[in-house]
């Protein structure tokens, strides 16, 4: 198998530590396979502040996917390259339900978090400018929402009790010990997503190498030629993987890319 021409590396659990930092050996591994010429993309599901910093940062010129795959941005430009939305009764039953309940929901819409004034801040990030308060999150009846997130355990249950059917897709997802529920589109994932900018690029799949550790990115680790799984992620992420590497805190990322990239062996490995 050639060396791969795209690295697809999810953030949480895979390229940032449990401090949310680059460690310096994945951040040497990832400037080392872009001299080789090999794009790097990173795919997280994340809102797309974070992401576009993390990607000028380290000086990729490719675009980044955020929202699970509902939004891919080119960080040079700030410009939306790809947006999937909720179909707007989809949204507007979201938006009714949160609101007749008093969730602690928060709507993504134009790069921004919409919650219901009072609702706590739960994690440190969640203020101005990228979180607004509003009084009724009908409000935002009309808008594009490309990802919904139930916050807590309690809106986390409810939204998943009355939403987990087609054409939605819902994800659980914890932050330490914070729970919350992800919604989107059933067509806004890291997968689809990725195939639609291979597809833009030219890339086939075989030529992927896609680095997670989360269930949700078991679909984007299949779907690439090579798929790589964290040493942190869950024992059934592992199994399903062709190959895994350190965890996040110990350059996984950059062990995945010396092995398939920098030192010229890319082969699938059980």
């Known amino acids: 198998m050639p060396i791969p021409a795209l690295i697809a590396l999810d953030l949480d659990g895979t390229l940032l530590r449990g401090d949310d930092r680059i460690s310096p050996e994945n951040e040497r591994a ?38 699970h795959g509902a939004l891919t941005i080119d960080p040079a430009t700030d410009t939306v390259l790809d947006h999937v939305s909720l179909d707007g009764e989809q949204a507007r039953e979201l938006l009714v339900f949160a609101e007749e309940h008093r969730l602690p929901v928060a709507f993504y819409s134009e790069r921004r978090f919409y919650r219901r004034r009072g609702t706590p801040a739960f994690m440190s990030d969640m203020r101005p400018p990228e979180w607004c ?101 869950p024992e059934h992420v592992r199994a399903n993987a062709d190959h895994v590497t350190e965890t996040s805190d110990r350059d996984g990322v950059a062990r995945a890319l010396e092995r398939f990239v920098l030192d010229g062996r890319a082969r699938k490995s059980a």
């Open 133 to 233: 308060d509003v009084d009724d999150l009908r409000v935002l009846e009309g808008k594009p929402l490309a990802l919904v997130r139930a916050l807590g355990p309690h809106a986390a249950r409810m939204v998943r009790e009355r939403f987990a059917v087609p054409p939605l897709c819902l994800r659980d997802e914890r932050w330490g010990d914070f729970i919350e529920c992800a919604v989107t589109h059933a067509d806004a994932t890291k997968r689809t997503a990725l195939e639609r900018l291979c597809a833009r690029l030219g890339i086939a799949r075989e030529r992927v190498l896609a680095i997670g550790d989360s269930p949700n990115d078991l679909p984007m680790l299949r779907w690439a030629g090579i798929g790589v799984a964290m040493g942190n992620a």
């Open 30 to 67: 990832i400037r080392a396979v872009l001299q080789r010429g090999v794009k790097v993309v990173l795919v997280t599901g994340r809102a797309a502040n974070v992401p576009v910093e993390l990607a000028r940062a380290l000086g990729l010129p490719t675009p980044v996917i955020c929202a």
